[in-house]
T-cell receptor, first 114, second 113 residues
Framework: AQSVSQHNHHVILSEAASLELGCNYS??????LFWYVQYPGQHLQLLLK??????LVKGIKGFEAEFIKSKFSFNLRKPSVQWSDTAEYFC????????????FGQGTTLQVKP | EAQVTQNPRYLITVTGKKLTVTCSQN?????MSWYRQDPGLGLRQIYY???????DKGDVPEGYKVSRKEKRNFPLILESPSPNQTSLYFC????????????FGNGTRLTVT
């Protein structure tokens, strides 16, 4: 069965620190990959997505992610975090174009200290 | 404004009392879906709908029903809620197909006592 694994459940950083959140998926075929962010008390918002082409994807708010097919990974990065980046981050893979179902990882809670 | 609207935002109910959580989108999306979010488990799909009158089970459909009589609406029905359905629920929609990201509603926090 397809699955998504996020390695870090809770990350605490100081402002201006660099961020990397790990995401691995298990699916051998063509994948569409996403990172969503959920700010406290809000709904999920799309940060960035990868469908094909350049494996380095840039998203909103200075986030980027790199698709490494050989490692089945899609890690999220940001060079310098801000307090406003405090949120929960979800990696997801579109498992099947027939169902449109997104398979989510468990989520990573990021806490940025001012 | 393009959005997915869920109601209510918060709901406290008792075991066995039927309830409906409404979901409406104004983007003419064909695909709609319900997820529940639980700590440590991420989001799990309950039901989805590819189009009007077409619905199918997701990963955790037990105890839930849905209907898709109109394109814009996709209500989630709990005929006899139980405490293990206490969760945060999200409705989402998309154009459908491979290249369409999901747009999420604001969520409904349900507590069943």
């Amino acid at each position: 069965a397809q699955s998504v694994s996020q390695h870090n459940h809770h990350v605490i950083l100081s402002e201006a620190a660099s961020l990397e959140l790990g995401c691995n998926y298990s699916y051998g075929g063509t994948v569409n990959l996403f990172w969503y962010v959920q700010y406290p008390g809000q709904h999920l918002q799309l940060l960035l997505k990868y469908f094909s082409g350049d494996p380095l994807v840039k998203g909103i708010k200075g986030f980027e992610a790199e698709f490494i097919k050989s490692k089945f990974s899609f890690n999220l990065r940001k060079p310098s975090v801000q307090w406003s980046d405090t949120a929960e981050y979800f990696c997801a893979v579109l498992g099947s174009s027939n169902t449109g179902k997104l398979i989510f990882g468990q989520g990573t809670t990021l806490q940025v200290k001012p | 404004e393009a959005q997915v609207t869920q109601n209510p935002r918060y709901l406290i109910t008792v075991t066995g009392k039927k309830l409906t959580v409404t979901c409406s989108q104004n983007m003419n999306h064909e695909y709609m879906s319900w997820y529940r979010q639980d700590p440590g488990l991420g989001l799990r799909q309950i039901y989805y709908s590819m189009n009007v009158e077409v619905t199918d089970k997701g990963d955790v459909p037990e105890g839930y029903k849905v209907s898709r009589k109109e394109k814009r609406n996709f209500p989630l029905i709990l005929e006899s809620p139980s405490p293990n359905q206490t969760s945060l629920y999200f409705c989402a929609s998309s154009l459908g197909g491979y290249n369409s990201p999901l747009h999420f509603g604001n969520g409904t926090r349900l507590t069943v006592t």
